[in-house]
């Protein structure tokens, strides 16, 4: 089970925490990841390593963490006036935020820090959260939409998995392909 304590939103516990993933920002984009260690994030941030590992466990539960943060989309999808555009749209960028190398590599620490799971959940919640915007939409203009789950079961998983286990090259058609099975187009 992970170490990390429930956080309380502003405060001393979340100056700690946004140091410390700006500290590790900055040191994977100086150092790389291979030369990263705690005492070198905790001296960065201005705490002491035992906050770190109280905190996170470890190395890889904090990377799993920043990940996780750095994931989450910044804004709602793009509304392109129909059902089929935006989900291509948002397909399209998913997939290549998602294959690039830094993306690679956040899926990578999210999974490997993640003893129990909840930041795996996290990463599917923020992708269902997007889907959810773009068929609430839809059905707002009168669209016939499909259910979340078959969005992802559809579209995101396979993303996943070619990512994860079969790393060619994926492209924008292929997540136009994906997205026109799982509407019927």
């Known amino acids: 089970m992970s170490r990390r304590p429930m956080v309380r939103p502003g405060g001393r516990s979340a100056r700690v925490q946004e140091a410390v993933h700006a500290a590790v920002r900055d040191l994977l ?3 790389g990841r291979e030369n990263l260690t705690v005492p070198m994030i905790a001296a960065r941030a201005g705490v002491t390593p035992s906050t770190v590992y109280r905190r996170w466990g470890d190395l890889q539960e ?9 994931l989450r989309p910044e804004s709602a999808p793009d509304d392109h006036g129909g059902l089929t555009a935006d989900m291509s749209a948002w397909a399209e960028q998913f997939l290549d935020e998602m294959s690039s190398p830094a993306g690679r590599a956040y899926i990578r620490d999210a999974l490997l820090g993640d003893p129990d799971g909840s930041n795996a959940g996290q990463c599917s919640a923020y992708a269902a959260e997007q889907i959810d915007v773009i068929l609430a939409r839809a059905a707002e203009r009168g669209e016939a939409v499909p259910g979340t789950e078959t969005v992802v079961d559809g579209v995101v998983a396979p993303i996943m998995y070619r990512i994860l286990f079969r790393p060619t090259e994926l492209d924008a058609p292929y997540a136009r392909r994906l997205v026109a099975s799982v509407l019927g187009d």
């Open 29 to 31: 984009a100086e150092a």
């Open 62 to 70: 904090l990377l799993s963490d920043v990940a996780v943060e750095r």
